[in-house]
């Protein structure tokens, strides 16, 4: 049982390039999350989904898309990056009941150059 | 908007007990969290406590929650190196229960 797994766990962009993270969850789970850390931030939420064909925004959706076209893929895209989005994002799922714990990836390391 | 607030900071001696603190705002939160996360690593669930309970024990971990204060603790008894780590304060908000965070607690263990 892989849980959440996250695509790439490292990657360097130049300024103004796109790229697309990948979080893929084997529970068969409704919702799924985007954060992003930072030093001294906590995790921020960027967007989420409660299911397959949905999303909505989080705290900080600016920069970012996302699609949840299978119900076990969340993509996180970024179509113009910038330094300000140097950071490590994690992806979560969870069960539909508010006491269900939300498991985490490992996390994708993006540095924006 | 909704603020979950923890001190940055813990240092302690190995077999000492650690108090970790949060206050949230969300006086509607159904469920409280508490998260760990080791260096490098992503979170994972330590325990949680859900809003009509003033007190849950697992282990050596005792969580306490004062709903009137929107104060929640993690006790840690006999903490050890292995403990180390960073430390989130979580509430679920609204009708999807989105998880909102606190900044972290980085706990450091002392031999």
């Known amino acids: 049982n892989a849980g959440v797994t996250q695509t790439p766990k490292f990657r360097v962009l130049k300024t103004g390039q796109s790229m697309t993270l990948l979080c893929a969850q084997d529970?068969?789970?409704?919702?799924m999350y985007w954060y992003r850390q930072d030093p001294g931030m906590g995790l921020r939420l960027i967007h989420y989904s409660v299911g397959e064909g949905t999303t909505a925004k989080g705290e900080v959706p600016d920069g970012y898309n996302v699609s949840r076209l299978k119900k076990q893929n969340f993509l996180l895209g970024l179509e113009s990056a910038a330094p300000s989005q140097t950071s490590v994002y994690f992806c979560?799922?969870?069960?539909?009941?508010?006491?269900?714990?939300?498991?985490f990836g490992q996390g994708t390391r993006l540095t924006v150059v | 908007g909704e603020d979950v607030e923890q001190s940055l900071f813990l240092s302690v001696r190995e077999g000492d007990s650690s108090v970790i603190n949060c206050t949230y705002t969300d006086s509607s939160s159904t469920y409280l969290y508490w998260y760990k996360q080791e260096p490098g690593a992503g979170l994972q669930l330590l325990t949680y406590i859900f809003s009509n309970m003033d007190m849950k024990q697992d282990q050596r971990l005792t969580v306490l929650l004062n709903k009137k204060d929107k104060h929640l603790s993690l006790r840690i008894a006999d903490t050890q190196t292995g403990d180390s780590a960073i430390y989130f304060c979580?509430?679920?908000?609204?009708?999807?229960?989105?998880?909102?965070f606190g900044k972290g607690t980085k706990l450091s263990v002392k031999p």
């Open positions: 979580a509430e679920s908000m609204g009708s999807q229960g989105n998880l909102i």
């Open positions: 529970m068969n789970h409704e919702y």
């Open positions: 979560a799922s969870r069960g539909r009941l508010m006491n269900t714990e939300a498991f």
